[in-house]
């Protein structure tokens, strides 16, 4: 038995902390992701009531709830590109707002609804994403040749965007989140628009990446399935509040339930509506 | 390794120019409308000008005179190679006209030829049927009246001659002036200062023309990277909010500039095979802006002004159309916003263009130069009435606007407003968000 210590607690700052072994398993862990009491409103609407978490290295994290929980509003904030009201989040120590260009630097974002370029090709859009995080000609190849592989796209690469299909595009899409190797992926329902074979391969893909490249990941879903095969760690959000936090299996065991989502259900409390 | 900032103006100029709405509308459609505006009208004049060459002129005479004069008009005719059909009525001068495809009429009243010995002005009534609105009809009536005037100049002489003149063109016109223009110590022929301005307010118009294009280009991309949903991605990329504006900016603006080759190229050709149509017969010069340039001998600082005054315009639009485009939902509501841009734009040029600023107060025209869009047509102005620090003043004026929508536009950039294109209004928050 090991417990986690959030080190950044305690050194805010400090993102070089020693990781020590006890009986084989990790004593402390660094944290990636430190939220603490978030709070959003959008004019009257109260998205986000004060939620906080983190995310340890290296952990796939979940972030699940019904349409309109906060879910979006959380990863979308992580990723700098919306700024809280209130409260705190940090990336590798780094505050997402105050130092938004660093926090840029260590992420790499799938918004639930994305496109790519048209007109581009896909190869061309997978280039021009490379040459923002890479450092070197040899390491944007790789980059590519690994993107390509995670597409599943193969010849159809070098055809315009356009031509693809919604899946190709979610697929070339979840590859170039992924072959730029970022301390932290957020994705936004990676799986969205996929079959059941993609989507299985992505999933298979994103937990290989984790684990491979210690990639940190915080992912939203809708697919209790999914959030069960990929996630170490999950948070229920409800009404922008997080309403039970654990993994899969503490939650089950906590809520009595044999799988997630009738821990969402007992947790939810059924269907929720919200305007 | 390419920059990242490079990296973004590339990937800006491959999307749009490969984009088929944007190339088709913005550069082939302007280019081919005017080529084949310019090829049409020329085939359309050159035929016209042949036909009229090649037809002779034929007319219905009605004879009411029946004297020395009437006759020698008849002669005159079979003399200059034009024939005529006589008739005895102007009703029966039509229907023959009618009949035989004549379209002019040509009625010597009675008397023409009393009056004329007694030195007094004849009358020829001429009566030209419309068949058709065309470029011949119009050549073949000036050639009728040319019949009558060719008569005319013939009598005038042999009236001279007469009483001893033997110098006719002295008689008719004994005094000519030959003005010119003074500009900077240099006389220009008064024909070729009126041809020589307009060729530069002409030109003047142009930069406007781009100002548009760049605003609305700007606009377009900024509206499709909402549309397509490529903005999010985009702004978590590691690359300053800053440098991505101004990439965007940047390589819009050669997109645009690109366009405005295209327009003006094909504006210059239709405008070129108009007057190229016509250069036989038109009597006065035509000059393109290189000739003007020689004859008015700009300096260096002149050109340097007028050219500085372009290029700061279209910046000042590419950067206000990115600016009010980041405020749209779509590329319909983006490019939308333009007209924010292209409407006062194109105001200031008309009143500047039309406006007399010599006559104006100082102040006035200092106020004029500091509006923004106003530097093209100002610093050619400026020039002309011998005021450049008018121009410059503009020019200064262009560059703050400029600034300011750059620093508005990366503020634009950096807040959270350009993705969730949120208005803010005092009563309620309009939102287009997703939680």
């Known amino acids: 038995m090991y417990r986690k210590i959030n080190m950044s607690q305690l050194f805010p700052n400090n993102t070089n902390i020693i990781v020590m072994l006890f009986r084989g398993n990790p004593l402390v862990e660094r944290s990636i992701v430190d939220v603490k009491n978030l709070i959003k409103n959008y004019g009257p609407i109260k998205a986000l009531r004060g939620i906080s978490f983190h995310i340890f290295e290296g952990e796939v994290f979940g972030l699940i709830g019904p349409n309109g929980a906060g879910k979006t509003t959380t990863l979308r904030i992580l990723a700098t590109l919306l700024k809280p009201d209130s409260g705190k989040a940090l990336v590798c120590g780094y505050n997402v707002v105050k130092e938004a260009d660093k926090v840029r630097e260590l992420i790499s974002y799938l918004p639930e609804e994305a496109g790519a370029y048209r007109n581009l090709s896909g190869y061309e859009y997978l280039l021009f994403m490379a040459r923002f995080y890479a450092k070197s000609e040899d390491e944007i190849k790789n980059m590519i040749e690994e993107a390509i592989e995670i597409s599943g796209l193969g010849d159809r690469i070098q055809d315009k965007v356009k031509s693809y299909s919604k899946g190709m595009k979610r697929r070339l899409l979840v590859a170039r989140s992924l072959m730029v190797k970022p301390k932290l992926a957020i994705l936004d329902e990676p799986t969205s628009g996929l079959d059941v074979t993609h989507a299985l391969h992505v999933r298979r893909i994103i937990k290989k990446y984790a684990k491979d490249y210690g990639i940190t990941v915080l992912v939203s879903s809708h697919n209790m399935l999914e959030v069960e095969f990929l996630c170490d760690r999950v948070a229920l959000i409800n009404k922008g509040l997080i309403v039970a936090e654990g993994t899969p299996q503490e939650l089950k065991r906590e809520y009595n339930a044999s799988n997630l989502e009738e821990v969402f259900e007992k947790v939810v409390g059924g269907v929720s509506f919200e305007v | ?435």
């Open chain 2, 1 to 435: 390794m390419k920059s990242k900032f490079l990296n973004i103006v590339i990937k800006e100029l491959k999307d749009l120019l490969r984009d088929p709405r944007i190339l088709v509308m913005s550069v082939i459609i302007p280019v081919i409308m005017f080529i084949g505006l310019g090829a049409m009208f020329r085939v359309t004049v050159k035929k016209g000008i042949e036909e009229v060459r090649r037809i002779e002129v034929s007319v219905v005479l009605v004879d009411l005179d029946k004297g020395d004069y009437a006759e020698a008009f008849k002669k005159f005719i079979k003399m200059v190679n034009a024939s005529y059909v006589e008739a005895s009525s102007l009703n029966e001068a039509m229907k023959i006209a009618l009949v035989k495809g004549v379209l002019s009429v040509i009625v010597i009243p009675e008397g023409f030829s009393k009056n004329i010995s007694n030195m007094k002005p004849g009358v020829l009534k001429i009566y030209h049927l419309i068949s058709e609105v065309s470029f011949t009809a119009t050549g073949l009536r000036g050639k009728v009246e040319a019949l009558v005037n060719g008569f005319s100049r013939t009598l005038s002489q042999s009236i001279a001659l007469a009483h001893g003149i033997t110098n006719l063109n002295f008689i008719v016109k004994p005094v000519v002036s030959d003005a010119s223009i003074m500009f900077r110590g240099r006389s220009i022929p008064l024909q070729l200062w009126g041809s020589l301005t307009g060729s530069f307010m002409a030109t003047a118009w142009i930069p406007l023309i781009v100002v548009i294009f760049a605003a609305s280009m700007a606009a377009t991309s900024i509206g499709v990277e909402k549309e397509e949903k490529t903005l999010e991605v985009l702004l978590t990329l590691p690359i300053s909010r800053f440098k991505l504006a101004l990439s965007k900016f940047i390589g819009t603006m050669i997109i645009a500039i690109i366009q405005s080759i295209a327009y003006v190229a094909g504006y210059t050709y239709y405008m070129y095979s108009i007057f190229k149509s016509f250069e036989s017969e038109a009597s006065g010069a035509l000059f393109s802006p290189f000739q003007a340039l020689r004859w008015l001998a700009l300096s260096i600082s002149d050109l340097a002004l007028i050219g500085l005054a372009i290029f700061l315009t279209i910046l000042l639009g590419a950067s206000l159309g990115l600016l009010l485009g980041s405020f749209g939902t779509d590329v319909r509501s983006s490019t939308s916003m333009v007209q924010f841009v292209a409407m006062p734009a194109f105001i200031i040029g008309m009143i500047l263009a039309y406006m007399d600023l010599s006559i104006m107060p100082e102040t006035t025209r200092y106020a004029l130069a500091l509006l923004p869009f106003s530097s093209p047509i100002m610093s050619i102005k400026s020039i002309f009435i011998n005021e450049p620090i008018l121009g410059w003043v503009s020019c200064l004026a262009s560059t703050c606007y400029t600034i300011a929508a750059i620093y508005g536009m990366s503020r634009m950039f950096s807040s959270e407003r350009l993705l969730i294109g949120r208005i803010k209004t005092r009563r309620k928050t309009l939102l287009a968000f997703r939680r």
